[in-house]
């Protein structure tokens, strides 16, 4: 899982979208992804190399 190394904003960039949606709204058996399939909500990939490169010491 990513969320311990990332956080909230570099994965929405990944994303493509302006925010992730909130842990506290997060079921533990994952059904908030379904909901949010159903709704037609969709990501879009954004290059985000530059942002989390300048972010993470190589």
């Known amino acids: ?3 311990g190394v990332l956080d909230e904003a ?5 994303a493509g979208v302006p ?3 909130p842990a506290v ?3 533990p058996r ?3 992804r379904q909901v949010l ?3 037609g909500a969709q ?4 290059d985000c190399a530059g942002r989390l490169a300048s972010r993470t010491p190589l």
């Open 1 to 3: 899982m990513l969320s």
């Open 10 to 14: 570099d994965i929405a960039c990944l």
């Open 19 to 21: 925010h992730t949606f």
């Open 25 to 27: 709204a997060r079921d």
């Open 30 to 32: 994952g059904r908030w």
């Open 37 to 39: 399939a159903d709704s």
């Open 43 to 46: 990501s879009r990939s954004g």
